[in-house]
Nanobody, 121 residues
Framework: QVQLVESGGGLVQPGGSLRLSCAAS????????MGWFRQAPGKQRELVAT???????NYADSVKGRFTISRENAKNTVYLQMNSLKPEDTAVYLC???????????????WGQGTQVTVSS
């Protein structure tokens, strides 16, 4: 059984910072890509940032220059450092990963349970 577990959400004032973590655990052979999405009430889920093996990253225009995604391969963990937070960043943040289970030859998309980020004064 493979799981993605997020942590680090919370309430922060505008202009503040938060760091999200997402750790994959279980019988994992490899992870190709990891990333963060978010979903605000009444809105569609949107990509925030992704990183693939080799270090290439991709960001939504709305977070470029403010958010940084990084990955610690030895721990199967991805981080999202969020700076200069704005009220419009308020959402549930979900971790996503393309995981190859041990003994399998294909990748499976997986989602974490989500962590709430609220930016408010």
């Amino acid at each position: 059984q493979v799981q993605l577990v997020e942590s680090g959400g919370g309430l922060v004032q505008p202009g503040g910072s938060l760091r999200l973590s997402c750790a994959a655990s279980g019988s994992i052979s490899s992870i190709r890509a990891m990333g963060w999405f978010r979903q605000a009430p009444g809105k569609q889920r949107e990509l925030v940032a992704t990183t693939i093996s080799g270090g290439r990253t991709n960001y939504a225009d709305s977070v470029k220059g403010r958010f940084t995604i990084s990955r610690e391969n030895a721990k199967n963990t991805v981080y999202l450092q969020m700076n200069s937070l704005k009220p419009e960043d308020t959402a549930v943040y979900l971790c996503n990963a393309e995981v190859m289970y041990s003994g399998r030859a294909y990748y499976t998309f997986m989602w974490g349970q989500g962590t709430q980020v609220t930016v408010s004064s």
